[in-house]
């Protein structure tokens, strides 16, 4: 075997010995839970329905917002799959009409606001942003609340047509106020 064969023989055996390590230690035994669990929300709002859906990973003391999580950078709040959220009526979130439909769920996370992204590619992979596909963006100014050791969608708010969908991991909360027909 030429030498410039072997070494590129080599580094391919190499190459797929390595992706087989990496998808090995991605998939956990059959039996073992994922370390990021999945979890999903659904909430009625007069005549709405609107589900999120996604995988919720966890702090594990690690410091999130501006460091695990980069301020000013497209980020996925889930582990895996995106997050989704399907609407079954037209909606208006912080102000502004997203349409009835099922989204992908993307942020770009900054120290004093936060831009919230309904894509309209829902099935997508959390590091895999769709771009050019963005139906809404909305800003949203993130508050301090608790700490949250796993990521978390919930409504703590409902009332009548108003609703305040949260995004809470650490101690950042991160609300969107939905108003429904």
């Given at each position: ?7 590129t ?90 349409a ?31 771009a ?50």
């Amino acid at each position: 075997m030429r030498p410039r064969l072997a070494t590129t023989a080599i580094a391919a055996l190499l190459a797929l010995t390595a992706a087989a390590g990496v998808s090995a230690r991605q998939t956990p035994a059959p039996g073992t839970p994922k370390p990021s669990q999945h979890g999903e929300v659904s909430q009625r709002i007069a005549a709405t329905t609107i589900t999120v859906v996604y995988n919720r990973p966890v702090a594990r003391g690690r410091e999130l917002f501006g460091s695990l999580v980069p301020y000013g950078r497209v980020w996925c709040p889930c582990a895996d799959d995106a997050t989704t959220i399907a609407l079954t009526t037209d909606v208006k979130i912080n102000g502004a009409t997203l349409a009835a439909g099922t989204y992908s769920v993307w942020t770009e996370p900054g120290p004093e606001t936060w831009t919230v992204i309904f894509n309209r590619t829902a099935q997508a992979w959390h590091t895999r942003y769709p771009a050019g596909q963005d139906a809404l963006r909305v800003k949203a100014t993130p508050r301090t609340g608790s700490h949250m050791e796993t990521l978390a969608f919930y409504f703590p708010v409902v009332d009548g047509r108003k609703a305040e969908l949260v995004l809470h991991w650490g101690t950042v909360v991160v609300p969107l106020s939905i108003e429904v027909p």
